[in-house]
């Protein structure tokens, strides 16, 4: 099994910064892209960032030039750097990763953790 766990969420300032972690862990072979998603209340979940294994990114609209995603393959881990955080910003964000749990298959499944809080106040 293949497990994903968030943290680093909390509240903060208008303006401020908070930096979100992923663990990835369990047995699998590799994992492919990753991202980070969020869904505030009354809303659907929405993109907030993804990176590839070759660590290209891919950034809402919302959050570029604020957001920053990275990661460490060596420890399985992805990271999104918030800074200049908006009440807009409050949500529920969900660690996403496509895994490859096989060397000798090439197919993929796609796992979420159980989410972390991030609210901003005004």
């Known amino acids: 099994q293949v497990q994903l766990v968030e943290s680093g969420g909390g509240l903060v300032q208008t303006g401020g910064s908070l930096r979100l972690s992923c663990v990835a862990s369990g047995r699998f072979f590799s994992i492919n892209d990753m991202g980070w998603y969020r869904q505030a209340p009354g809303k659907q979940r929405e993109l907030v960032a993804a990176?590839?294994?070759?660590?290209?990114?891919n950034y809402a609209d919302s959050v570029k030039g604020r957001f920053t995603i990275s990661r460490d393959n060596a420890k399985n881990t992805v990271y999104l750097q918030m800074n200049s955080l908006k009440p807009e910003d409050t949500a529920v964000y969900y660690c996403?990763?496509?895994?490859?749990?096989?060397?000798?298959?090439?197919?993929?499944?796609?796992?979420w953790g159980q989410g972390t809080q991030v609210t901003v106040s005004s």
């Open positions: 996403n990763a496509e895994v490859r749990r096989y060397g000798y298959s090439s197919r993929t499944g796609d796992y």
């Open positions: 990176i590839t294994s070759g660590s290209s990114t």
